[in-house]
């Protein structure tokens, strides 16, 4: 079926890729390792190939402001031969939110301490943002493509799936892997794909 038969926002949401915590530098400073750039090489080729596929309007390319997924988006950029990455604040890492009592389906361990309601307070009020922009309900079919972080996706696909935010922590996500919502006219949204990593080699398919 035609990207345009039913109006269809399609929201391709990219982890960056691999990258090393070297010194302390922190999140605002660490940017991507040789193999990073190698998988943003990969994930460009792919995002080309997913555009010329598709028959709905492109609305870009948006990055988180930590270095390692601005030069993800920026290395994608290139290959499509763009010169436009727009730098958004709130795509940039949420926090872990940890609150086993919130599962109904069992209680589960990851090895990391309950986080204050407050830290779930302001998780959800990024993923809301997030939604505000571009989860709308659309009125023709797009394109859009977030580069951000691990916490972030999964969120963004436990609430797509109705599911409590703390169940991000059954999911994992490989560095340039690509996970694709879609909000539809009447504004019902899906699952498509959740960390597709075949546009890398299995050599290159790292997640820490």
Same mark, same amino acid.
């Given at each position: 079926?035609?990207?345009? @038969? $039913? *109006?269809?926002?399609?929201?391709?949401? =990219?982890?960056? %890729?691999?990258?090393?915590?070297?010194? &302390?530098?922190?999140?605002?400073?660490?940017?991507?390792?040789?193999?990073?750039?190698?998988?943003?090489?990969?994930?460009?080729?792919?995002?080309?190939?997913?555009?010329?596929?598709?028959?709905?309007?492109?609305?870009?390319?948006?990055?988180?402001?930590?270095?390692?997924?601005?030069?993800?988006?920026?290395?994608?950029?290139?290959?499509?031969?763009?010169?436009?990455?727009?730098?958004?604040?709130?795509?940039?890492? @949420? $926090? *872990?939110?940890?609150?086993?009592?919130? =599962?109904?389906? %069992?209680?589960?361990?990851?090895?990391? &301490?309950?986080?204050?309601?407050?830290?779930?307070?302001?998780?959800?009020?990024?993923?809301?943002?997030?939604?505000?922009?571009?989860?709308?309900?659309?009125?023709?079919?797009?394109?859009?493509?977030?580069?951000?972080?691990?916490?972030?996706?999964?969120?963004?696909?436990?609430?797509?799936?109705?599911?409590?935010?703390?169940?991000?922590?059954?999911?994992?996500?490989?560095?340039?892997?690509?996970?694709?919502?879609?909000?539809?006219?009447?504004?019902?949204?899906?699952?498509?794909?959740?960390?597709?990593?075949?546009?890398?080699?299995?050599?290159?398919?790292?997640?820490?």
């Amino acid at each position: 079926m035609a990207d345009d @038969a $039913i *109006p269809c926002r399609r929201i391709i949401l =990219l982890r960056h %890729g691999h990258y090393e915590r070297i010194g &302390d530098l922190g999140d605002t400073g660490w940017g991507l390792s040789p193999l990073g750039r190698r998988q943003a090489v990969r994930a460009g080729k792919r995002v080309a190939q997913l555009m010329a596929a598709s028959s709905g309007r492109f609305d870009g390319l948006y990055a988180s402001p930590w270095p390692r997924a601005a030069q993800t988006a920026e290395i994608v950029a290139r290959e499509l031969e763009l010169n436009t990455v727009r730098i958004k604040p709130y795509l940039h890492e @949420a $926090i *872990p939110v940890v609150d086993p009592a919130r =599962l109904d389906f %069992g209680a589960i361990s990851v090895g990391l &301490d309950p986080t204050h309601p407050e830290d779930r307070k302001q998780a959800h009020a990024q993923v809301e943002k997030i939604r505000d922009r571009f989860f709308r309900a659309p009125r023709r079919s797009s394109l859009v493509f977030l580069f951000t972080h691990g916490n972030l996706i999964r969120y963004m696909v436990s609430r797509t799936l109705r599911l409590p935010y703390e169940a991000w922590a059954l999911m994992d996500i490989a560095h340039c892997g690509m996970t694709e919502l879609r909000v539809y006219g009447g504004g019902f949204e899906a699952l498509i794909a959740f960390n597709e990593t075949g546009h890398l080699p299995p050599s290159m398919i790292t997640t820490a």
